[in-house]
Antibody, heavy 123, light 107 residues
Framework: EVQLLESGGGLVQPGGSLRLSCAAS????????MSWVRQAPGKGLEWVST????????YYADSVKGRFTISRDNSKNTVHLQMNSLRAEDTAVYHC????????????????WGQGTLVTVSS | EIVLTQSPATLSLSPGERATLSCRAS??????LAWYQQTPGQAPRLLIY???NRATGIPARFSGSGSGTDFTLTISSLEPEDFAVYYC?????????FGGGTKVEIK
């Protein structure tokens, strides 16, 4: 069974930093791209970032480009999201999601999703 | 950026009724559309990928259709657990985008 467990969320002041982690199990981790998708309270879903299986390709939403960095450690089956210069509008539940198809690169649907970790940016 | 517009925003139906949800893309996305279901406090769950392929374990009452810019998710007969919010997502181009969601509520 595929499992994704996020951690690292919490309360941070505007301008601060936070590092999210997602521990994966139940599949050949390096074969799949991994993504972060967020959901602000009471709002819809917003794709944040994706990293290819090898880690060689990364993609970001314009809203986070230059502030967030996605990375992965295939030896530890983990993916990270380093978030810097945080803003109030970054407040959301951040879900880790596995690509639905095994492909070296390219886009995919998300399957499954982790339960998420809450990031609150407030003074 | 490809914009996905879902309609209606809210659908009020009774158990046993048929639900038809729409997702329209701002430009052609071929068949690169997925549908997700989200219940309160839960992570989204994949229902349909690439427009018409049911994900593993998804009941046959869920079906997807469409290509190009117009897509439909149909729930043939609503069960109590189907009352939820549904999102579409395109994977034709970066950035990946989601629709704003359709809430299916009990009438």
């Amino acid at each position: 069974e595929v499992q994704l467990l996020e951690s690292g969320g919490g309360l941070v002041q505007p301008g601060g930093s936070l590092r999210l982690s997602c521990a994966a199990s139940g599949f050949t981790f390096s074969n799949y791209a991994m993504s972060w998708v967020r959901q602000a309270p009471g709002k819809g879903l917003e794709w944040v970032s994706t990293i290819s299986g090898s880690g060689g390709s990364t993609y970001y939403a314009d809203s986070v480009k230059g502030r967030f960095t996605i990375s992965r450690d295939n030896s530890k089956n983990t993916v990270h999201l380093q978030m810097n210069s945080l803003r109030a509008e970054d407040t959301a539940v951040y879900h880790c999601a596995k690509a639905g198809r095994a492909a070296p690169a390219g886009t995919s649907w998300f399957d499954p999703w982790g339960q998420g970790t809450l990031v609150t940016v407030s003074s | 950026e490809i914009v996905l517009t879902q309609s209606p925003a809210t659908l009020s139906l009774s158990p046993g009724e048929r639900a038809t949800l729409s997702c329209r893309a701002s430009q052609s996305i071929s068949s690169y559309l997925a549908w997700y279901q989200q219940t309160p406090g839960q992570a989204p769950r994949l229902l349909i990928y690439d427009a018409s392929n049911r994900a593993t374990g998804i009941p046959a009452r869920f079906s997807g259709s469409g290509s190009g810019t117009d897509f439909t998710l149909t729930i043939s007969s609503l069960e109590p657990e189907d009352f939820a919010v549904y999102y579409c997502q395109q994977r034709s181009n970066w950035p990946l985008t989601f629709g704003g969601g359709t809430k299916v509520e009990i009438k």
